[in-house]
């Protein structure tokens, strides 16, 4: 199976930035996209940002020219830069994997990783 370890959360001010860092390890041959979700009390698991192996990603709407995600050129690395943070970015960060095999989608997810942004 596929292992992730996250890294970087912490607390922040608003206005000030975090990196969060995600690698998968095990069965990943088959990965196709890495990325981040969060959930913050009271509301639902939400998609942050996703970065593929074709090297096209996804944002969420409310995250858009204030975070980044990218890839590391060994393609098992996710990052998410996270610049002008607001407190309502505070959640609990979950990394997600990807795996196809014959068209089937595989999701693993790591422990998550909890961002908070003061006033």
């Known amino acids: 199976q596929v292992q992730l370890v996250e890294s970087g959360g912490g607390l922040v001010q608003a206005g000030g930035s975090l990196r969060l860092s995600c690698q998968a390890s095990g069965s990943i041959s088959i990965l196709n996209a890495m990325g981040w979700y969060r959930q913050a009390p009271g509301k639902q698991r939400e998609l942050v940002a996703r970065?593929?192996?074709?090297?096209?990603?996804d944002y969420a709407g409310s995250v858009k020219g204030r975070f980044t995600v990218s890839l590391g050129n060994a393609k098992n690395t996710v990052y998410l830069q996270m610049n002008s943070l607001k407190p309502e970015d505070t959640a609990v960060y979950f990394c997600n994997c990807q795996l196809v095999r014959y068209s089937t989608y595989y999701a693993y997810w790591g422990r998550g990783t909890q961002v908070t942004v003061s006033s």
């Open positions: 970065a593929r192996t074709d090297g096209t990603t």
